[in-house]
């Protein structure tokens, strides 16, 4: 289970709907599954608030291609929250774990924005 919290350095005219889409691209083809043929399944995409403040979310589930784990990969959550610069959450949890899942959508629920 991870939950992050960074800020993106995209160019600033990039709305955060696109921001999330294109992060969690990133998280599927970066270091972090190198090793293990990931695949990004497909994207749910959604407009929330933070603390009333426009954001984006988007889910998808990594899994991966490695029989020696016994993880078929995780659940992956990207909040891209409309500040300057852009902040945003990441949040995953192994597939199917729902003790994990619940832990991060309580992680979730409590995000707040530093003003």
């Known amino acids: 289970m991870q939950a992050e919290v960074a800020i993106t350095n995209f160019v600033p ?3 955060v709907s696109t ?3 294109k992060l969690i691209n990133c998280v599927a ?3 972090g ?3 293990a043929s990931p695949t990004l399944g497909p994207i749910k995409k959604s407009s ?3 603390e009333g ?3 984006a979310r988007v889910d ?3 899994t991966i291609a490695d029989p020696a784990r016994k993880v078929k990969g995780d659940s992956v959550v990207i909040i891209a929250v409309d500040t300057k610069p852009v902040t945003i959450f990441l949040g995953a949890t192994p597939i199917g ?3 994990s899942a619940g832990l991060l959508s309580q992680v979730i629920g409590s995000l707040k924005v530093s003003k």
């Open 33 to 35: 599954y190198s090793n």
């Open 29 to 31: 083809e970066g270091p």
């Open 60 to 62: 998808a589930d990594v």
């Open 48 to 50: 929330i608030t933070v």
């Open 19 to 21: 921001q999330a889409a």
């Open 53 to 55: 403040i426009k954001a």
């Open 97 to 99: 774990d729902s003790a």
């Open 13 to 15: 005219s990039m709305n």
